[in-house]
């Protein structure tokens, strides 16, 4: 069975800290893996995508890395802010899954002023 | 704007009775997507479509149905709802599997 794991499940840093949410998932074979976030009440965003054949991605202060061989991706967020306080998903597509994709139950950020 | 919407926003009925959530896209997006989420749980696939009249299940399909005679449109529907069916639910949708996807506002469900 895939799983992706998220751990920990809520995190609280000051703000201004930079920081890792880390995913780990337990089937090499990904066709991409996509970060979100998600506000209380509301839909998820999605944030970064990275294909199976790329290492990372960067948007803004956002940086996504993954490594297929040892079942890792890695969300860095500079220099944060209490606007980043969200819900942070991680979803594997897997190879041959039809574009289904398998969810982390996500980290809830909470940055403090 | 390019969105996902959903339909309604928030809704509770009472065991047995049918209804549908209803899912539509402006993007010209050939795959959509059920999701329900619950506390715990994280989200789950429910149904999905690649294109029109192309349907398949997903994790948790039972209970549900759905349709794609539309590219646009993909409602969810519940023949009989039960308590067990409450939850929040999400459609989504991307132009292929290698692109990003795209989510609804959500719809709360209580079935009472």
């Known amino acids: 069975k895939q799983e992706v794991t998220q751990i920990p499940a809520a995190l609280s840093v000051p703000e201004g800290e930079n920081l890792v949410l880390n995913c780990s998932f337990t089937?090499?074979?990904?066709?991409?893996l996509q970060w979100f976030r998600q506000d209380p009440g509301k839909g998820l965003t999605s944030l970064l995508l990275?294909?199976?054949?790329?290492r990372e991605q960067t948007s803004g202060r956002l940086n996504a890395s993954l490594d297929k061989s040892s079942g890792r991706s890695t969300l860095y967020i500079a220099a944060s802010q209490p606007g980043d306080s969200a819900t942070y998903l991680c979803?594997?597509?897997?190879?041959?899954?039809?574009?289904?994709?398998?969810f982390g139950k996500g980290i809830t950020l909470s940055v403090r002023p | 704007e390019a969105q996902v919407t959903q339909n309604p926003r928030y809704l509770i009925t009472v065991t047995g009775k049918k209804l549908t959530v209803t899912c539509s896209q402006n993007?010209?997006?050939?795959?959509m997507s059920w999701y329900r989420q619950d506390p715990g749980l994280g989200l789950r696939q429910i149904y999905y479509?690649?294109?029109?009249?192309?349907?398949d299940k997903g994790d948790v399909p039972e209970g549900y149905k759905v349709s794609r005679k539309e590219k646009r449109n993909f409602p969810l529907i519940l023949e009989s709802p039960s308590p067990n069916q409450t939850s929040l639910y999400f459609c989504?949708?991307?132009?292929?599997?290698?692109?990003?996807?795209?989510f609804g506002s959500g719809t709360q469900l209580s079935v009472l």
């Open positions: 979803a594997v597509g897997y190879t041959g899954a039809n574009s289904k994709l398998t």
């Open positions: 989504a949708s991307s132009g292929h599997r290698a692109e990003k996807l795209f």
């Open positions: 990275i294909q199976s054949s790329q």
């Open positions: 993007m010209n997006h050939e795959y």
């Open positions: 089937d090499s074979a990904i066709y991409n």
């Open positions: 479509s690649m294109n029109v009249e192309v349907t």
